[in-house]
């Protein structure tokens, strides 16, 4: 089980549009529709931002979006604003009852 | 609304067990999933396993020697053991419920420091 593929940083002025990339295998985020995105600050516990690929729960901001090509999936966060900069996780099922996370990316808003 | 909060020591010795406690109120832990997610100091989150009702488990596999979670429903806890711990087992421990197939809503996180 290895974990999910992000990159480390990842970067944009206010109200541009950034997109974060998680790549696994078939074995996971191609094969599950179970991909979630977290937010996490410093400090602070992870926050569920997108679930199920591409589901926002309540309290997570529209600008906020998830979708999957193939084995790839990814968070797009639009209209970029200062209090976005944090810390992004994926997480994915494994199979087996079994869950990964990816390394993370640091979101800087320029 | 559910909310979890961790308990245990925060200074366990090289090679003795690590155990800690999520204390969950607003809701039952009967009827769904209970996880432990560690972070070791500026690095990225890792699953440790989850119990579900009636004591079903699974571990990463990483860990699966060294792990038992288990669950206390008359106190509405579940509990994380790790055993042989190393300076590698130092993290912010966190516990977390299953919705769906993610991890909704976690606790505050408690760091372990493995030393002597």
């Known amino acids: 089980q290895s974990a999910l593929t992000q990159p480390p940083s990842a970067s944009g002025s206010p109200g541009q549009s950034v997109t974060i990339s998680c790549t696994g295998t078939s074995s996971d985020v191609g094969g599950y529709n179970s991909v979630s995105w977290y937010q996490q600050n410093p400090g602070k516990a992870p926050k569920l931002m997108i679930y199920e690929v591409t589901k926002r729960p309540s309290g997570a901001p529209d600008r906020f979006s998830g979708s999957r090509s193939g084995n790839t999936a990814s968070l797009t966060v639009s209209g970029l604003q200062a209090e976005d900069e944090a810390d992004y996780y994926c997480?994915?099922?494994?199979?087996?009852?079994?869950?990964?996370f990816g390394g993370g990316t640091k979101l800087t808003v320029l | 609304q559910v909310q979890l909060q961790e308990s245990g020591p925060g200074l366990v010795k090289p090679s003795e067990t690590l155990s800690l406690t999520c204390t969950v109120s607003?809701?039952?832990?009967?009827?769904?999933?209970w996880n432990w997610v560690r972070q070791p100091p500026g690095k990225g989150l890792q699953w440790i396993g989850f119990?579900?009702?009636?004591?079903?488990?699974s571990y990463n596999p990483a860990l699966k020697s060294r792990v038992t979670i288990s669950e206390d429903t008359s106190k509405n806890q579940f509990s994380l053991k790790l055993t042989s711990v190393t300076a590698a087992d130092t993290a912010i421990y966190f516990c977390?419920?299953?919705?769906?197939?993610?991890?909704?809503?976690w606790g505050q996180g408690t760091l372990v420091t493995v030393s002597s």
């Open positions: 997480s994915s099922f494994a199979g087996s009852n079994t869950w990964v």
């Open positions: 977390a419920k299953h919705r769906g197939t993610a991890f909704d809503p």
């Open positions: 119990v579900y009702d009636r004591g079903l488990t």
């Open positions: 607003g809701g039952s832990i009967s009827g769904y999933y």
